[in-house]
């Protein structure tokens, strides 16, 4: 069964911190998504990749494919980046196989 | 960036009654989806849907749950005969490369 497991869950930290969030992933998934859902709920997806690194902004997202793992990292965070961020895998139909989600505060 | 609408963006009805949801892709494609996320649950995959046609659906997509695309540009998610588990935000969302997810309705059976 395809599943995405997210950690941590919860994370708060200070402005300016640099920020990681992991992602575990099953076989059968054939690349990760990242997403961002705001309090209002809506939802943008920040990467797709199937391997190495994608950079854009002060946002860097990485994938091992061999360990099937992944990470988020937010360099120089700030309040604005407060949100949830949910690592997807995507399935044989490019459907989404949604992880939790890891709720980011970060406070002034 | 391809646009996503969907309408409306918060339904209530009464459980049993039958509700639709409407995404409209603002330009043309061929891969939609329909995800739900039950409140502060995570999203899950509904149903996705490829030239017309269902290509996966998941187990939560069962009898009472039906998509269509009846005119070419509005994609539809059907609930027949709404229960209370229903209560929801749905997503629908299209492939561009990678997906783009409408704002959802947030639908409330009660």
């Known amino acids: 069964k395809n599943e995405v497991e997210q950690s941590p869950q919860n994370l708060t930290a200070q402005e300016g911190e640099f920020i990681t969030i992991n992602c575990s992933y099953s076989?059968?998934?054939?690349?990760l998504h990242w997403l961002q859902q705001h309090p209002g709920g809506g939802i943008v997806s920040l990467f797709m990749?199937?391997?190495?690194?994608k950079k854009h902004g002060r946002l860097i997202a990485t994938i091992n494919i061999q360990e099937k793992h992944s990470s988020l990292h937010i360099t120089a965070s700030h309040p604005r980046d407060s949100a949830v961020y949910i690592c997807?895998?995507?399935?044989?139909?490019?459907?989404?196989?949604w992880g939790a989600g890891t709720k980011l505060i970060i406070k002034p | 960036e391809p646009e996503v609408t969907q309408t409306p963006s918060h339904q209530v009805t009464q459980m049993g009654q039958e509700v639709i949801l409407r995404c409209v892709p603002i330009?043309?494609?061929?891969?939609f989806y329909w995800y739900r996320q039950i409140l502060g649950q995570k999203v899950e995959f509904l149903v996705s849907?490829?030239?017309?046609?269902?290509?996966?659906k998941s187990e939560i997509f069962d009898d009472q749950f039906s998509v269509e695309r009846p005119d070419g540009s509005n994609f539809t998610l059907k609930i027949r005969s709404t229960k209370l588990e229903d209560s929801a935000m749905y997503f629908c969302?299209?492939?561009?490369?990678?997906?783009?997810f409408g704002p959802g309705t947030r639908l409330t059976v009660l």
């Open positions: 330009s043309n494609h061929l891969y």
């Open positions: 076989v059968g998934i054939s690349a």
């Open positions: 990749l199937s391997s190495g690194k």
């Open positions: 969302a299209l492939l561009a490369g990678r997906q783009f």
């Open positions: 997807a895998g995507v399935g044989s139909n490019y459907q989404l196989i």
């Open positions: 849907f490829y030239n017309n046609e269902i290509s996966e």
